[in-house]
């Protein structure tokens, strides 16, 4: 793994990704959560190979995707991408209550109830009165634990707010497109980590944000890495006031 910087690269070792990864001390200034999503593109800005994002990864991708999670104490997760990546539970770990956890987003509550990561103990669906009554039941009778955030549909705010409450305010998003737009919509997401694998795809694959996202929006490159099978890894972070005489890139 090597910083770029300007034109000298430097190897980065663990703990200091760590600390390129760590999450901001204080409060957040829009949510109660501090917010970090997590993606993977192809070169040509494909979100999946074959419907999934796993394929677009490689091993320096598998060690920033692990490092985030460690750092995060919740990672968020619409209903889909739990299904079509064939997520499995995150163990927190026995009585910690430190370690991350799994939220997944569901307003159509259409999980399958036999799947660990959804009926995991330290697992929590995020949904809304108005889900269908059948399937509700169905899950809650397999063991899943849903928590309401809205009456017709999932409030992200007050779903984040529930997170918090709870301690768990270093969120990690990993998608997928659809999550992602929402959050971006209501301004919620604090930081963009992305990997661009050194790889073309083509067809018809779709982008890591899928709907409105609440018109353009620019953010900050906080960092750019890469590693010796071509991956990049950058992190973005909210974007500042161009005219505000204070602030500046540092980069």
Known sequence: MYLLQKATQLTVDRDALSDLYAYPDGDPSTSPCHVRANMVTSLDGAAAADGVSAGLGGDGDKQ????????AEVVLVGSATVTQ?????????GDDPSTTTLAIVSGSLHLDA????????????????????????????????LLDC?????DLRRAL???ADR?????????GPGLLAA??????????????????????AGRITHGDTGGTRRLRRA???????????TRWVRGVVADDPTTSDGN
């Open 64 to 71: 920033v995707f692990g490092l985030l999670r460690d750092l």
């Open 114 to 145: 036999e799947q660990d990561a959804v009926t995991a103990a330290s697992t929590v669906v995020l949904t809304h009165e108005g889900a269908p009554a059948d399937r509700r039941t169905r899950l809650v009778d397999a063991g899943a634990t």
């Open 161 to 163: 707010a529930h997170l």
């Open 150 to 154: 809205g009456e017709d549909d999932v």
């Open 223 to 233: 960092h750019v890495l890469a590693d010796d099978e071509g991956f990049l890894f």
């Open 183 to 204: 959050l971006f919509a209501e301004d919620l997401v604090d930081e963009l980590c992305l990997t661009t694998g050194p790889t073309l795809i083509g067809g018809d």
């Open 85 to 93: 990546e064939g997520y499995g539970p995150i163990d927190p770990g």
């Open 167 to 175: 301690g768990r305010t270093r969120v990690l998003c990993e998608g």
